[in-house]
């Protein structure tokens, strides 16, 4: 009986030792993972993807939506692009999805009107003036971005002066810079030739993306290839 009971006390033994081995095992893994995820989270990088964000990429842009006070009475139907999420700030939030970039929105102090002509009129005369309207804020740590990824309408067969007024602001000099555009009819015009005497010393890829403004949203897929090609 004694001997009995010295084997069942052994059993015991054995297994208790075997499960606060497990348990210590299990516990060691699971703060090494913990580590692991928070190694991760610092450097910038995500564990399905690897993809880095740690802030090399900026994905800037000038949207009509973000730089409009919305009338009461302004119609969704005709003027589709100042309705968040305009037709930039869509494109752009798709851009800044595939590169895991930093988002900056380019806003004015003064902002723009909601109907559509009125705020072309304004645009013609800021043109015209050869204008350059003071923006809100400018990038924080800019050094830290080698590549920029930088959007706009074409507005009056160019660009909106606004956007002149970031680029003077914000010196891009050295770094790679990949536009993307949503227009009407005028396609590019002269925008691109616009930004590239504004930055002489930014290397501007060729490869542009643009799209009419009716084809925007649903300019997804489409801008998402664009991005993966100008990663390659």
Known sequence: ???????????????????????????????????????????????????????????????????????????????????????????AGWVQEETGGDLFSIRVKDPYPSDWDDCLERANEERGDDARPELEESVENLDDYDMVYLGYPNWWYGVPMALLSFLEENDLSGKQVYLFCSHGTGGLANSVEIITDALPDAEISDNIFDCYEEDASSSENDIKEWVSRTNQ
């Not at 919305?70 to 494109?91: F, K, M």
């Open 1 to 91: 009986m004694k001997r009995f009971l010295l084997s069942l006390l052994s059993l015991v033994f054995v297994f208790s030792f075997t499960g606060c081995s497990n348990s210590n095992e299990k516990s060691t893994q699971s703060e090494s993972a913990r580590k692991t995820a928070e190694e991760a989270a610092s450097s910038g990088t995500t564990a399905d993807s690897g993809r880095q964000t740690n802030g090399r990429v900026l994905v800037a842009y000038f949207s009509w939506a973000d730089n409009a006070v919305l009338d009461e009475d302004v119609d969704a139907v005709t003027s589709p692009s100042v309705i968040a999420p305009g037709n930039v700030q869509e494109l």
